[in-house]
């Protein structure tokens, strides 16, 4: 089998950082379910393993096949997004500075805003779908340019080789939030960035059955200020959960493909439904960063927004009514399911905050499965009757 640069996603997917156990021909990287290493002399480990909490063989591998799929040279696992995230802001220190996007997922801005910005540390949130707004931002004391893009949950697009250009030209690291779209359809390494998060819960994952986070890069000094902060802090990912997110990398390029494929036909019967006033969906030529998506994206993920006639109450009583669309929070897994942002997973953004970013109390957010599409649909349809009653009654 060639090296990892010379084959393609789908087979690094399945193979990167996994070999055969050279004793027993195990196939299946084993869950190493121990604390500490045998060691050869004092201070002398067997192949660098000394402590499960700075790093651990099942967890080596996870991160191995990461850094393979995003296209760099190492990854680091962490016990869920929040906690790579958390480890970005390690190092930062009083005084530094981070411009954001306005469109977040809820308990990043809450970790920026509630926890961070209480030791000095200022933020600055932009709609990053705007390249001049994220540019006029940037002071001499940024530290970070923090991007999602699909944002969470508007679905706007950022032009990352954009953004980064800005970063890079004020000595300020891009960060990248991957987990919208996983390296399967945009690698922000090759566009400029210089890390990617992901939230691996979600789509790399899989089955929502693992919470656990990732960041990859390609600078060892950074990998290596990075990982401090993972020993330090204690923000590791285990090895059961790491085994389980291997196992969901796997298949990760045949569950986007369904996953895409099923967005696409929702978004479209979505815009053309009288009772939607909106729908939030990179893949339709009229979404305002259609065209950046496109460029920088090799489909346009599984994630749909909209708004409903009626506010709020539509959309808490379409939600309320699906059967094969789950109301629970969290995306990604092979089910779909269904929440409406503000009162879920976006209620600890402040109300003003929400709606300046444009995110309105009836949004509808669908984490669109691999069920088939008809079904889908015909949920969907059961629940606007449900919304339409709501809104008329």
């Given at each position: 089998?060639?090296t990892?640069?010379e084959l393609r996603f789908e087979?690094?997917a399945?193979h990167a950082?996994?070999?055969?156990?050279?004793?027993?021909?195990a196939?299946m990287?084993?869950?190493?379910?121990?604390?500490?290493?045998?060691q050869d002399?004092p201070?002398?480990?067997r192949?660098?393993y000394?402590y499960?909490r700075?790093?651990?063989p099942t967890r080596t591998?996870l991160?191995q096949?990461?850094?393979?799929?995003?296209?760099g040279e190492?990854?680091l696992c962490?016990?869920?997004g929040l906690a790579?995230t958390?480890a970005l802001?390690d190092?930062l220190v009083?005084?530094?500075?981070?411009?954001?996007?306005n469109?977040?997922?809820?308990?990043?801005?809450?970790?920026f805003?509630r926890?961070f910005?209480?030791?000095?540390?200022?933020f600055?949130?932009v709609d990053a779908?705007?390249?001049?707004a994220?540019?006029a931002?940037?002071?001499?004391?940024t530290?970070?340019?923090?991007?999602?893009?699909?944002?969470?949950?508007?679905?706007?697009?950022?032009d990352v080789?954009?953004c980064a250009?800005?970063?890079?030209?004020a000595?300020a690291?891009?960060v990248?939030?991957?987990?919208f779209?996983?390296?399967f359809?945009?690698?922000?390494l090759?566009l400029?960035a210089d890390?990617?998060?992901?939230s691996?819960t979600?789509?790399?994952?899989?089955?929502s059955?693992?919470v656990a986070g990732a960041?990859?890069?390609?600078?060892?000094?950074?990998?290596?200020d990075?990982?401090?902060?993972?020993?330090?802090v204690?923000?590791q990912l285990g090895?059961l959960?790491?085994f389980?997110v291997?196992r969901?990398?796997k298949?990760?390029?045949?569950r986007m493909e369904?996953h895409?494929?099923?967005a696409?036909?929702?978004a479209?019967?979505l815009a053309g439904?009288?009772q939607?006033?909106?729908?939030?969906?990179?893949g339709l030529?009229e979404h305002a960063?259609?065209?950046?998506a496109?460029?920088q994206?090799?489909?346009?993920?599984?994630?749909?927004?909209f708004e409903?006639?009626g506010?709020?109450?539509?959309g808490?009583?379409?939600?309320?009514?699906?059967r094969?669309?789950?109301?629970a929070?969290?995306?990604?897994?092979?089910?779909?399911?269904?929440?409406?942002?503000?009162?879920?997973?976006h209620?600890?953004?402040?109300k003003e905050e929400r709606?300046?970013?444009?995110?309105r109390d009836g949004l509808?957010?669908?984490?669109v499965?691999?069920?088939h599409?008809?079904?889908l649909?015909?949920?969907?349809?059961?629940a606007?009757?449900a919304?339409r009653?709501?809104a008329?009654?």
């Amino acid at each position: 089998m060639g090296t990892h640069d010379e084959l393609r996603f789908e087979t690094r997917a399945v193979h990167a950082g996994q070999e055969a156990d050279p004793e027993n021909g195990a196939l299946m990287t084993p869950v190493y379910l121990n604390s500490t290493y045998l060691q050869d002399a004092p201070a002398v480990p067997r192949q660098g393993y000394e402590y499960s909490r700075t790093s651990n063989p099942t967890r080596t591998a996870l991160e191995q096949n990461l850094a393979a799929l995003e296209g760099g040279e190492w990854g680091l696992c962490f016990a869920s997004g929040l906690a790579a995230t958390n480890a970005l802001c390690d190092r930062l220190v009083p005084g530094d500075h981070v411009v954001a996007g306005n469109d977040l997922y809820g308990g990043t801005y809450r970790l920026f805003v509630r926890v961070f910005s209480r030791y000095g540390i200022d933020f600055t949130f932009v709609d990053a779908s705007d390249v001049d707004a994220v540019a006029a931002a940037m002071t001499d004391r940024t530290r970070y340019v923090y991007l999602e893009t699909p944002t969470n949950p508007l679905l706007r697009i950022c032009d990352v080789r954009a953004c980064a250009d800005v970063a890079r030209a004020a000595g300020a690291l891009t960060v990248v939030d991957n987990t919208f779209a996983t390296p399967f359809l945009q690698r922000p390494l090759e566009l400029g960035a210089d890390l990617v998060l992901h939230s691996l819960t979600k789509y790399l994952g899989g089955h929502s059955d693992v919470v656990a986070g990732a960041l990859v890069g390609n600078d060892d000094a950074l990998r290596e200020d990075l990982a401090f902060y993972q020993n330090a802090v204690g923000g590791q990912l285990g090895p059961l959960d790491s085994f389980l997110v291997l196992r969901g990398t796997k298949t990760l390029a045949l569950r986007m493909e369904r996953h895409c494929a099923n967005a696409r036909r929702i978004a479209e019967y979505l815009a053309g439904h009288p009772q939607v006033e909106h729908v939030f969906y990179p893949g339709l030529p009229e979404h305002a960063g259609h065209d950046v998506a496109a460029r920088q994206m090799d489909d346009f993920g599984g994630m749909i927004s909209f708004e409903l006639q009626g506010g709020v109450e539509a959309g808490k009583a379409f939600s309320s009514a699906t059967r094969i669309f789950a109301l629970a929070e969290s995306l990604g897994g092979v089910e779909s399911l269904v929440e409406v942002p503000p009162l879920m997973t976006h209620a600890s953004v402040p109300k003003e905050e929400r709606e300046k970013a444009g995110l309105r109390d009836g949004l509808v957010r669908l984490s669109v499965g691999v069920e088939h599409v008809d079904d889908l649909i015909a949920d969907i349809d059961r629940a606007m009757d449900a919304a339409r009653a709501r809104a008329t009654g």
